[in-house]
């Protein structure tokens, strides 16, 4: 019998100790919110990376939509959140929106929510066990939905690990923002139950004093009343000061202030 | 020489196939089953070259069992169908094609529909209402367009089946005297006799 690599205990204390500084990484991240709802699932997060000299003008015309900072498309049922160090967060979802494809590809049909959230889990833990390579610094939240569970929300971490949640949160804050969860959850909320919900937890625990469009992406997974199918929808800036208008969160324009 | 029907009926799907195992002029057995149960709301029956059939066959089977394991639902028919589809595609631009040409009946469980596939060794992939391989064909898909009621129960769409069963067994030259009938429903896989 030959053990390729014999089993060291060392190698384990190692590896939790990564992991360790993984999520430490992740707690210092934009806080990033999901909530289910019987019609769909909302998605938000706060922003780190602002600045006036910043160049959004992708984010409020072209692309799928959001900055390309917190919220991605995946598939046309699946958007993803991430919280935690930005470029192994954009290998990761390179990796599922390949996966996504490649899954289309041979089934021709949208990928099962859970079924990519594994395919990620499997990479992520592949960076645990082999190599002797750090492990990705990200927590993903997977928001989306397929014909046979409807809609979903699924949490990963760095170890590998994931589970299906009804609400929950990832990056700084997270603590706060899970009991308030807890505590106003509903087992059978609409998704403008759970966009309410979302903006008065995110509203307690973003650092900015008010909510808009500069520190917030917004992100919501529905079903096509016409076609049924799912239908993904990153909010635009201006999307985004409407939705926090609509309910009741007005922008302090600094402009206006110096003024009076 | 090898012969396969199927139609789609009132929320079943039929797959019919003969039973005759020949080579050549010799006729080995009459009692093949050549309609594989590959999940659990999925038959598949399978004619083409003798060996590639039930090598494919068992191919798709223990995939598709293993993707059943691991993702609690079973693949949908259109999902089946396609990935047989691209493992056919791909083996046709191989160095050594698998020549196997396939009936695919199912029903779709999260849909509550039937489905029916018509699959050849080249991938061709068709969604069809009733459908046919082999000589037989020639005989039975011109009864089927006049008589085929996809809105048929049980009972009716099984004498539209003997109708192209008797015709075939008349008209054909190859004496093809049994044929294997399989039913698929909401509740599964289950053999009929006729």
């Not at chain 1, 979302?198 to 973003?206: A, F, G, L, P, Y």
């Not at chain 1, 079903?223 to 922008?251: C, E, M, N, Y």
């Not at chain 2, 003798?50 to 999902?79: K, W």
């Not at chain 2, 060794?121 to 082999?134: D, I, M, R, S």
Request: aromatic share 8%; hydrophobic share 40%.
């Amino acid at each position: 019998m030959i053990a390729v690599r014999r089993f060291s205990l060392q190698r384990v204390v190692y590896t939790r100790v990564r992991l360790e500084y993984a999520m430490e990484a992740i707690s210092h991240a934009g806080t990033v919110l999901g909530v289910l709802a019987k019609d769909g699932v909302v998605l938000a997060a706060e922003k780190k990376v602002t600045g006036k000299l910043l160049d959004l003008s992708i984010a409020k015309e072209g692309g799928y939509g959001g900055s390309g900072e917190k919220i991605f498309l995946v598939n046309n049922n699946v958007i993803a959140g991430v919280a935690g160090i930005t470029a192994d967060a954009n290998s990761l979802i390179n990796y599922a929106r390949t996966a996504a494809q490649r899954h289309l590809f041979s089934y021709n049909e949208d990928i099962p929510v859970e079924q990519l959230a594994q395919i990620l889990c499997d990479l992520k833990q592949g960076y645990t066990q082999y190599g002797g390579l750090r492990p990705f610094g990200v927590s993903l939240l997977y928001a989306g939905y397929d014909p046979h569970y409807r809609f979903q929300l699924y949490h990963s971490d760095p170890s590998g690990n994931y589970s299906g949640w009804k609400a929950t949160c990832i990056g700084a804050n997270n603590g706060t923002a899970q009991s308030l969860l807890k505590q106003e959850y509903k087992d059978d909320m609409t998704v403008d139950d759970a966009v309410a919900l979302v903006i008065k937890v995110m509203s307690k625990t973003m650092d900015s004093t008010t909510l808009g469009s500069e520190k917030l992406e917004f992100a919501t997974i529905t079903l096509d009343s016409t076609t049924k199918q799912p239908k993904a929808k990153i909010f635009r800036p201006a999307d985004v000061d409407a939705l926090l208008a609509k309910h009741g969160i007005a922008k302090k324009d600094d402009d206006t202030e110096m003024k009076s | 020489m090898e012969c396969s029907f199927a139609l789609i009926g009132d929320g079943y799907v039929l797959v019919a196939a003969d039973t005759n195992a020949a080579r050549s002029i010799v006729k080995m057995k009459s009692d093949e089953d050549k309609i594989k149960t590959v999940s659990p709301h999925l038959l598949m029956a399978y004619s083409g070259e003798p060996g590639d059939t039930v090598q494919f066959a068992e191919y798709v089977e223990r995939n598709l069992r293993l993707q059943h394991i691991r993702n609690i639902h079973e693949l949908r028919p259109s999902a089946s169908a396609s990935w047989i589809r691209r493992s056919l595609a791909d083996s046709i631009r191989s160095r050594h094609p698998y020549a196997v040409n396939l009936l695919l009946g199912g029903f779709d469980v999260a849909a509550e529909t039937p489905k029916l596939y018509w699959i050849d060794y080249l991938g061709t992939l068709a969604e069809v209402p009733f459908a046919a391989h082999g000589y037989g064909s020639y005989f039975a898909l011109s009864l089927l367009d006049r008589y085929h009621n996809p809105k048929a129960s049980l009972e009716e769409g099984i004498e539209i089946l003997k109708r192209c069963i008797s015709e075939v067994q008349k008209r054909l030259v190859i004496g093809l005297e049994k044929f294997n009938v399989k039913v698929v429903d909401k509740d599964g896989v289950r053999e009929i006799e006729i």
